[in-house]
């Protein structure tokens, strides 16, 4: 699977929009991009995933260039709540329900008064 | 959504002893299911895959004999953490599910 670099932390006014980058410059056609975050002392919580077309849900929003090296996740209105690593994954869909994730550092969010 | 429920939430046991996590998926089956294991401030690192009915596989570096995987059902897998020192308390977190991994609340684990 592709690597990618994410910024280290990032601060967020609450009521802002949150934008995390992701840098994902050797993805592949068949990879997609995936991306969760990790409240402290909690497992895992899926948000969003992508292959090359805008997508948006309840949570948030993702933007993929168009040479799908580096993407975007918009947390429209962020709230104290929102406060959590970011982790951007590039990965395969397997069959099988083979679905091992490469994590990496993440983006530390902190959401502020 | 699919549910994935680990037991227990925080365990805190002594040097020496055996731990066993479980791991369960609430209102799906599950053939597949990853144990990963985090240490303070770091990121999830994967122990292994557990496939039910048959044998887990490691990735390198983790010991099958002191982290013993059982996958013996659809909705279970359990992590034995055998022989436990201090340096094995860590986060471990199950996960299950295909395109869209779903996630236990993990389990603490501290030896003393």
């Known amino acids: 699977d592709a690597k990618t670099t994410q910024p280290t932390s990032m601060d967020c006014a609450e009521g802002r929009a949150a934008n995390l980058p992701c840098n994902h410059s050797t993805i592949s056609g068949n990879e997609y991009v995936y991306w969760y975050r990790q409240i402290h002392s909690q497992g895992p919580q899926y948000i969003i995933h992508?292959?090359?077309n805008n997508e948006t849900n309840e949570m948030a929003s993702l933007i993929i260039t168009e040479d799908r090296k580096s993407s975007t996740l918009i947390l429209p209105h962020a709230t104290l709540r929102d406060t959590a690593v970011y982790y951007c994954i590039v990965r395969k869909i397997l069959t099988g329900g083979g679905n091992k994730l490469t994590f990496g550092t993440g983006t530390q969010l902190k959401v502020e008064l | 959504g699919a549910v994935v429920s680990q037991h227990p939430s925080w365990v805190i046991c002594k040097s020496g002893t055996s731990v066993k996590i479980e791991c369960r998926s609430l209102d799906f089956q599950a053939t597949t299911m990853f144990w990963y294991r985090q240490f303070p401030k770091q990121s999830l690192m994967l122990m292994a895959t557990s496939n039910e009915g048959s044998k887990a596989t490691y990735e390198q570096g983790v010991e099958k004999d002191k982290f013993l995987i059982n996958h013996a059902s659809l909705t279970l897998s359990t992590l034995t953490v055998t022989s436990a020192h201090p340096e094995d308390s860590s986060f471990y977190i199950c996960?299950?599910?295909?395109?869209?991994?779903?996630f236990g609340q993990g389990t603490r684990l501290t030896v003393v």
């Open positions: 996960s299950a599910r295909g395109a869209e991994a779903f």
């Open positions: 992508g292959l090359k």
